[in-house]
């Protein structure tokens, strides 16, 4: 199972674009990488998936270089409904969710 | 709302006591996963069902079981409480069919133990 290293932290302001970084050195072939914001004593909820380049949805962005060691989480325009943690998740099928999620991201926006 | 229904939402017991936990997946989801999240902690993977069968074990102590019944539900047990076991237990389950291969988790808004 591959082992991810996000940032503990990140500080932003309302309006701003944020792109947080996960670090994913040992991916397999076959991984996808999924991203998941939760808020304080609620489950995680799915932000975006994907396997390589770029995936973007309506609430956020995912680039993946070539090497497919790291991804970048862009979340644009941000508000304060936004201040999260932020989770990267890499697996495939039914190892997707066999890792402990870690620390993941606190993303805090302020106004 | 993901799907997953998670009861009860809260729960508060003392040490030494039993508690089950329940889950029921979204619908035509095979696989459960539960999860452990301490204070300020990120979820911990205990175990992981797969239309009945145990497939995978992470950090579950003995003094924890589940088990995944014929209509998917699926039922954490916690025995022989002590207090380092208040936490939320979250239960996801995961997409299958044409998207098994993503692994994409929809998790239940959790139970919060609380043991005194």
């Known amino acids: 199972l591959a082992k991810t290293t996000q940032p503990i932290s990140m500080d932003s302001y309302e309006g701003q674009e944020v792109n947080i970084t996960c670090s994913h050195n040992?991916?397999?072939?076959?991984?996808?990488i999924t991203w998941y914001q939760q808020f304080p004593s609620q489950g995680p909820r799915f932000i975006i998936q994907?396997?390589?380049t770029k995936v973007t949805n309506e609430v956020a962005s995912l680039f993946i270089p070539a090497d497919r060691k790291s991804s970048t989480l862009s979340l644009p325009r941000v508000s304060l409904s936004d201040t999260a943690v932020y989770y990267c998740?890499?697996?495939?099928?039914?190892?997707?969710?066999?890792?402990?999620f870690g620390d993941g991201t606190t993303l805090t926006v302020k106004p | 709302d993901s799907g997953v229904t998670q009861t009860p939402k809260h729960l508060i017991t003392a040490t030494g006591q039993r508690v089950t936990l329940r889950c029921s997946p979204r619908?035509?989801?095979?696989?459960v996963y539960w999860y452990q999240q301490s204070l300020d902690q990120g979820l911990q993977f205990l175990i992981q069902?797969?239309?009945?069968?145990?497939?995978a074990k992470g950090n579950i102590l003995e003094r924890f079981s589940a088990q995944q019944f014929p209509d998917l539900h699926s039922e954490l047990n916690l025995s022989s409480l002590e207090l380092g076991d208040s936490a939320l237990y979250f239960c996801?389950?995961?997409?299958?069919?044409?998207?098994?291969?993503?692994?994409?988790?929809?998790f239940g808004e959790g139970s919060r133990l609380t043991v005194l």
């Open positions: 996801a389950s995961r997409a299958t069919g044409t998207r098994d291969h993503t692994g994409e988790l929809f």
């Open positions: 040992n991916i397999a072939t076959n991984d996808y």
């Open positions: 994907g396997y390589k």
């Open positions: 998740l890499v697996g495939e099928g039914s190892n997707a969710g066999k890792s402990t």
């Open positions: 619908s035509g989801d095979l696989s």
């Open positions: 069902y797969y239309n009945g069968e145990e497939r």
